[in-house]
Structures are given as structure tokens and as C-alpha cells.
């Protein structure tokens, strides 16, 4: 029988990128939104954030402690990536690969994060000679279950067999709720009419997904009805946008201990309209899952082009969302 759950409410400062990079944000700012809305888990893009990383200047490291400190934070995971094709003409070699991933692991022990996200690229045999460092910063690597990847993909599989084979703690899985679109995002069906796709194209677009109409037939039936290269471009993007059953989790539970929670809207009613955290959640509570749901806001580059992004705002709103679905559950649970 797995043990209670507790989950805890955290923030991935991906999530204000559109703040940070119009510099209405440092990243000093980034942290005192996340502590205002009691998101105390930080997980940070660091090559997006911290200059140099993942050699930052030492005086970064001291002025990070003491901003965890001053807002009562706690650093929980660095993402890594592996940039195979930094060298012009090649790809890196497995032995690069190796030592830009230790890299990524002294940075993250340096900031004090517990895991470090894995880009679901990286080959298992790569992670698997990853595994002294790893043990030796004490950092878990989490491979991330991303879209349209799931936790049934034989590339999934293959590295959870892996996993299994090397018998260590140190390597784990970091799943993505992108994996859960219910619905097809309405930010995202808004923002193809607005390039010029016809309502009536886009809705039954929005309708094959939600009655789960496999891809292919969906883009020969877009064909069919004179989809135009925008039409076309929306029903594409059912390739990449999946719903699988959150009840996978559970096999999955004792090495998954780090979620991005993921959303491309909150309305004012805090609703997520295309994920359903109200079903994701009662399976994370039955689990047991012990860490952090790490808000991911991607909306932001659906509705960019015609108004102001607030993503303080709706980061505030899915907080306010979390906090409702697991007080319902303590009182259901007393």
C-alpha cells in the first residue's frame, strides 16, 4: 500500500517568461511572485535565467541562497539541456554528452535542487553512464514524459526497463500533464481563427479531438473540405496534442517525484478548460505521489499576437485552483 500522499505546490519560472524576457521580471521578481502565491517550489530554465549556467559565477550561487532564504523557497529542479548539435558540422559525442550532462548535475547541486529534468531525447545509455555523478551530487535525473510521448510509448518503456535493470534511485520520470488534453485548447483553436482559419474548420477540429479521432483520418477529412495550409496547420497539431489515462501514473508512481503541471489557460472561474486536473489530481492523492506540482504556463504564446500576457495571473489562478482541489479532498479524507 503506498503511503499518503503529499503534494505540494510549486512553479516552474518557465512559466513567466514572457515577463522576464520584456524585463518586466528578474529574475529576483520571478521568485517574489512565486512566494506571494505560496508556489515554494522553484524550478528554474536556468539557461534561460542564470548567465553562464551551467558554470554560473560563484557570487550567483551566494546570491541564490540567499534569496531561497529571504522567500522562504525551496530550489527543486534545474532543466538540462543537451545540445547535440552545438558543434557546427557534427553531433556530439557520447563522451560530450556525458560531460555536459555532469555539468548540468554540479550546477543543480550547487543550486540546492533535489532533480534535474531530462529532455525525453536523451538515449537511456547516455543516463545510464550519468549514474555515478548523479549519486555522487545526490541529484535525481527525471526523464520528462512529454507529448506525444506516454507512458505506454515503446520509447517510454525502453528507459523505464533501463531504470529497472540498473537497480538506482537516481534516475526517475518527470511527467508532463500535457499528456492529459482532454479537450483541444481553446487558446489554441482562438488563435488559429485568428490566422485566419474558418470557425466552422476550426470547431470541427475541436470536435474530432474531443471524440478522439485518429490524426490521419482527421487531416484527409480537413483535405476533403478544402483546408486551407492554416486549416491544415491546426488539424496537424492533433499529432502532438494527446489524452491518455491519468490511472497510467500509478505503475509509474515510485519513480515519478517531480510534475509538470501544465496548462494553457485558467479562466476566472480557475478552470483549466483542456486538463482535467480534477481527475489528475485523486490519482496523484491515490498514488501516494510525494512532491511537487510545478506549474508550466504555455498559453502565452497562443494569445500573445492579439493581447497583454498576465502570466502572474494565471499562475495566481491555477494555485488558487490546486489549493481548492486538495482542500476538497482533505475534507473528503477527514
Same mark, same amino acid.
Given at each position: 500500500?503506498?503511503?499518503?500522499?503529499?503534494?505540494?505546490?510549486?512553479?516552474?519560472?518557465?512559466?513567466?517568461?514572457?515577463?522576464?524576457?520584456?524585463?518586466?521580471?528578474?529574475?529576483?521578481?520571478?521568485?517574489?511572485?512565486?512566494?506571494?502565491?505560496?508556489?515554494?517550489?522553484?524550478?528554474?530554465?536556468?539557461?534561460?535565467?542564470?548567465?553562464?549556467?551551467?558554470?554560473?559565477?560563484?557570487?550567483?550561487?551566494?546570491?541564490?541562497?540567499?534569496?531561497?532564504?529571504?522567500?522562504?523557497?525551496?530550489?527543486?529542479?534545474?532543466?538540462?539541456?543537451?545540445?547535440?548539435?552545438?558543434?557546427?558540422?557534427?553531433?556530439?559525442?557520447?563522451?560530450?554528452?556525458?560531460?555536459?550532462?555532469?555539468?548540468?548535475?554540479?550546477?543543480?547541486?550547487?543550486?540546492?535542487?533535489?532533480?534535474?529534468?531530462?529532455?525525453?531525447?536523451?538515449?537511456?545509455?547516455?543516463?545510464?553512464?550519468?549514474?555515478?555523478?548523479?549519486?555522487?551530487?545526490?541529484?535525481?535525473?527525471?526523464?520528462?514524459?512529454?507529448?506525444?510521448?506516454?507512458?505506454?510509448?515503446?520509447?517510454?518503456?525502453?528507459?523505464?526497463?533501463?531504470? #529497472?535493470?540498473?537497480?538506482?534511485?537516481?534516475?526517475? %520520470?518527470?511527467? &508532463?500533464?500535457?499528456?492529459? *488534453?482532454? +479537450?483541444?485548447? $481553446?487558446?489554441?483553436?482562438?488563435?488559429?481563427?485568428?490566422?485566419?482559419?474558418?470557425?466552422?474548420?476550426?470547431?470541427?477540429?475541436?470536435?474530432?479531438?474531443?471524440?478522439?479521432?485518429?490524426?490521419?483520418?482527421?487531416?484527409?477529412?480537413?483535405?476533403?473540405?478544402?483546408?486551407?495550409?492554416?486549416?491544415?496547420?491546426?488539424?496537424?497539431?492533433?499529432?502532438?496534442?494527446?489524452?491518455?489515462?491519468?490511472?497510467?501514473?500509478?505503475?509509474?508512481?515510485?519513480?515519478?517525484?517531480?510534475?509538470?503541471?501544465?496548462?494553457?489557460?485558467?479562466?476566472?472561474?480557475?478552470?483549466?478548460?483542456?486538463?482535467?486536473?480534477?481527475?489528475?489530481?485523486?490519482?496523484?492523492?491515490?498514488?501516494?505521489?510525494?512532491?511537487?506540482?510545478?506549474?508550466?504556463? #504555455?498559453?502565452?504564446?497562443?494569445?500573445?499576437?492579439? %493581447?497583454?500576457? &498576465?502570466?502572474?495571473?494565471? *499562475?495566481? +489562478?491555477?494555485? $488558487?485552483?490546486?489549493?481548492?482541489?486538495?482542500?476538497?479532498?482533505?475534507?473528503?479524507?477527514?
Amino acid at each position: 500500500m503506498s503511503s499518503p500522499a503529499q503534494i505540494k505546490r510549486g512553479i516552474s519560472l518557465y512559466s513567466y517568461q514572457e515577463e522576464f524576457f520584456l524585463g518586466k521580471l528578474d529574475l529576483e521578481g520571478c521568485l517574489a511572485q512565486a512566494a506571494k502565491i505560496g508556489a515554494n517550489g522553484i524550478e528554474i530554465v536556468s539557461e534561460q535565467m542564470i548567465p553562464h549556467a551551467p558554470q554560473a559565477a560563484d557570487a550567483f550561487y551566494a546570491q541564490w541562497h540567499e534569496w531561497m532564504a529571504q522567500y522562504g523557497l525551496t530550489p527543486v529542479c534545474h532543466d538540462l539541456f543537451l545540445d547535440t548539435k552545438r558543434f557546427p558540422g557534427r553531433l556530439m559525442t557520447d563522451d560530450e554528452c556525458v560531460a555536459s550532462i555532469e555539468a548540468d548535475l554540479r550546477h543543480a547541486h550547487r543550486l540546492g535542487c533535489r532533480f534535474v529534468r531530462v529532455l525525453v531525447s536523451v538515449s537511456p545509455h547516455i543516463l545510464a553512464r550519468c549514474v555515478s555523478a548523479a549519486e555522487r551530487y545526490d541529484v535525481k535525473m527525471l526523464l520528462e514524459v512529454h507529448s506525444p510521448l506516454h507512458f505506454d510509448h515503446p520509447w517510454i518503456m525502453r528507459h523505464a526497463e533501463t531504470m #529497472e535493470r540498473l537497480g538506482t534511485q537516481h534516475i526517475g %520520470f518527470m511527467p &508532463d500533464m500535457g499528456i492529459f *488534453v482532454k +479537450r483541444y485548447p $481553446r487558446v489554441m483553436r482562438d488563435r488559429f481563427v485568428r490566422m485566419g482559419a474558418r470557425a466552422t474548420i476550426a470547431d470541427f477540429i475541436c470536435t474530432a479531438y474531443d471524440d478522439r479521432v485518429l490524426s490521419e483520418y482527421l487531416l484527409q477529412d480537413v483535405r476533403q473540405m478544402g483546408g486551407t495550409a492554416i486549416e491544415l496547420a491546426m488539424a496537424e497539431t492533433v499529432r502532438h496534442t494527446i489524452w491518455s489515462n491519468p490511472r497510467r501514473l500509478l505503475e509509474f508512481m515510485p519513480r515519478i517525484h517531480h510534475i509538470h503541471a501544465k496548462f494553457y489557460e485558467m479562466t476566472a472561474e480557475g478552470i483549466e478548460p483542456s486538463i482535467p486536473y480534477d481527475e489528475i489530481l485523486p490519482v496523484l492523492i491515490e498514488g501516494g505521489y510525494n512532491g511537487y506540482l510545478s506549474s508550466e504556463y #504555455e498559453g502565452n504564446r497562443h494569445v500573445q499576437d492579439a %493581447f497583454e500576457v &498576465d502570466s502572474v495571473e494565471q *499562475v495566481r +489562478r491555477q494555485h $488558487r485552483m490546486f489549493e481548492r482541489l486538495l482542500d476538497q479532498h482533505a475534507a473528503l479524507a477527514a
